[in-house]
């Protein structure tokens, strides 16, 4: 028979799980303070411009801005994908704080008359302190169903609300892109947009006969975008230069650049004055572009097979893209049948210069970056795992021990290497891990939307949290464990220990993560000293004029809410998962998800700006 709960040969360390609480209230409870007090001193990197106020100065009154911030206000400034995340994190909240109320009551104290371990408190507070045909666990099964019950509740309340808050966003934005479809498989010699949009307007028996509002085709402008962001640049670099010039009172002289070689090791090259140099490369820039802009003109432009087809109604763009057949078609150039339809991109969200780009090696770096992705799934799981079930080394011939020896002669610093130590490892690579993956997701997939490269920078971290923080990290906690009872010979039947999990040591590590994640992470996030340094650092060495250092001084880092959706498709679950075996885990997550929705609400309405915030 197949089990699903283990006696605890190697239970957790009781006092590990004190420590770890009383280091993330230390830590949290210092960074609190020191946001709340230096906060009203760094504004601009706390708050943005359009939430200034008297009350901002006061060390304490974020706590009021954030609680009286109301839901309509989150949509206008901020748009709905914050407050979508918001209302998941306040139901995640809603659950854990009932579901506590109900279950820990009833299972606890069951669990703890039941006990075989009684020497261990916090296994003696779960079911794997039981037996695998107690009776008892008739009681862990029908909570497993409350539980099941009450997350279906909560998914059918987040998506009534996802629903009303897409229809309050759309109502606020509204625009053209709604109506909008991208067609791609438009032949190269097709050149006049007219005749595009009248073989939309003949097929499928005149179907769209008077609904097209107009046709763009898309040029291959990659060099062109290149030369006007090449243009920008020197245009900002001669301000900036005019302005230090006037400042010092003579010309700053520079050595120019070859290829790709930087100034600084240019050594052997003359100097010359910036002002001038910058000048004459802005002159054969605007050249270049001119150049560009006659052959587009002239009609020698190239296009890269697809054009955007704006219609009068966003019912008529909706029939036009699930349901368009292109028969009918007179002009049998068009190859009508064989387009390709897809959704709409806004406008700001498309990346231009990633339109032309290689399906076959976009698909490539996809696979090839998947892979590596399991492969450090599988990598980073294994410190994770051997630090967590450091006590199951005991029986080992050889490290057996020391293992031993260490845990009983420096119990302190053996429970924060099992406790705390892999909880601090884990949540240090949830935070670098997204940027990671960014970096090389919009370097090498090159997707034409940012909606795309952070659909594929999620996956790829939901695959990672998902293999490394849940299934990959319980089979290795399981297999050592299981292996420990094998060589100390207290199992007998291997196939049984085989269907078995000791969910003692699970729950210990999930529950000391909730509480690190909830009170110190969060004060971290409130925090953001690290960002605050790279702030002040720009500002002292790269503003080089008032105007670029006001720029760095307002500007709001991307809130990656690609990734934060991600990891709380596997936390959830597991609060879900753990809730009745477990069940001190619930209030574990009641503190996560209650300080860690202060935070990220506190963050982003006073962090994000909203005009540089994307939609979507």
Request: glycine content about 6%; charged content about 20%; overall charge positive.
């Amino acid at each position: 028979m197949v089990v699903f709960l283990q006696s605890a040969s190697y239970p957790p360390n009781d006092g590990g799980l004190f420590v770890c609480l009383l280091i993330a209230l230390i830590v949290g409870t210092i960074c609190f303070l020191l946001f709340s007090f230096i906060r009203p001193c760094f504004g601009f990197h706390y708050f943005s411009r359009d939430l200034k106020n008297k009350l901002q100065k006061v060390p304490f009154a974020w706590i009021i801005i954030t609680l009286t911030f109301s839901d309509n206000e989150t949509i206008e400034r901020n748009g709905s994908l914050p407050m979508i995340y918001l209302t998941w994190k306040r139901l995640g909240m809603i659950y854990c704080w009932v579901m506590t109320i109900i279950t820990i009551p009833v299972l606890i104290p069951l669990y703890w008359a039941r006990t075989k371990v009684p020497e261990n408190y916090f296994t003696s507070m779960t079911a794997s302190a039981l037996d695998s045909d107690d009776p008892a666990l008739s009681t862990t099964y029908i909570y497993t169903l409350i539980h099941l019950t009450g997350f279906m509740i909560i998914l059918a309340l987040f998506w009534i609300r996802y629903l009303m808050v897409k229809h309050r966003r759309d109502a606020i934005v509204g625009g053209v892109h709604t109506h909008c479809v991208r067609v791609k498989g438009i032949p190269g010699k097709i050149r006049d947009e007219d005749e595009i949009k009248a073989c939309i307007e003949e097929c499928d028996g005149g179907e769209f006969s008077g609904e097209v509002a107009q046709v763009r085709i898309v040029w291959d402008n990659n060099k062109l975008i290149s030369l006007q962001n090449k243009r920008k640049g020197f245009e900002e670099k001669i301000e900036e230069i005019t302005e230090q010039n006037a400042e010092k009172g003579k010309n700053k002289m520079m050595r120019p650049p070859v290829w790709k070689i930087p100034p600084i090791l240019l050594v052997w090259k003359d100097e010359v004055d910036a002002l001038e140099w910058n000048q004459e490369q802005l002159e054969k820039t605007k050249e270049k572009i001119e150049k560009k802009m006659e052959k587009y003109n002239n009609g020698e432009q190239k296009h890269i097979g697809m054009a955007h087809v704006t219609f009068n109604s966003a019912d008529s763009a909706g029939k036009f893209l699930h349901g368009f057949k292109g028969s009918g078609a007179s002009n049998k150039k068009m190859h009508a049948k064989s387009w390709k339809r897809f959704g709409p991109h806004r406008p700001e969200d498309i990346i231009w210069s990633n339109l032309n780009g290689s399906r076959i090696k976009r698909w490539i770096f996809i696979i090839i970056l998947s892979i590596i992705n399991l492969i450090f799934a599988l990598l980073w799981t294994v410190p994770i795992a051997l630090l967590s079930s450091l006590s199951t080394f005991e029986p080992y011939p050889v490290i057996g021990p020391i293992v031993k020896s260490f845990r009983q002669t420096t119990p302190g610093l053996a429970t924060v290497v099992e406790i705390l130590i892999p909880v601090i490892l884990t949540l240090i690579v949830m935070f670098l891990y997204p940027r990671i993956l960014k970096l090389v997701v919009y370097k090498l997939e090159k997707h034409s939307s940012f909606v795309a490269n952070n659909r594929s920078i999620m996956l790829k971290f939901w695959v990672f949290v998902f293999l490394n923080f849940f299934v990959l990290f319980c089979f290795f906690v399981n297999g050592l464990s299981l292996t420990s009872n094998i060589i100390s010979g207290e199992i007998d039947d291997i196939w049984f220990a085989f269907g078995s999990i000791n969910w003692a040591i699970a729950g210990a590590y999930y529950m000391c993560w909730f509480l690190t994640a909830g009170i110190m992470g969060s004060a971290i996030k409130l925090f953001n000293i690290p960002g605050l340094i790279i702030k002040l650092l720009k500002m002292k060495f790269l503003a080089k004029t008032e105007k670029k250092k006001l720029k760095i001084m307002f500007k709001s880092s991307e809130y990656k809410y690609h990734a934060f959706f991600a990891k709380e498709a596997v936390i959830f679950p597991i609060i879900l998962l753990l809730g009745s075996i477990v069940p001190i885990v619930l209030p574990a997550g009641l503190i996560y998800y209650t300080l860690s929705y202060l935070a990220e609400k506190t963050v982003i309405i006073n962090g994000q700006d909203p005009n540089e915030h994307r939609p979507g």
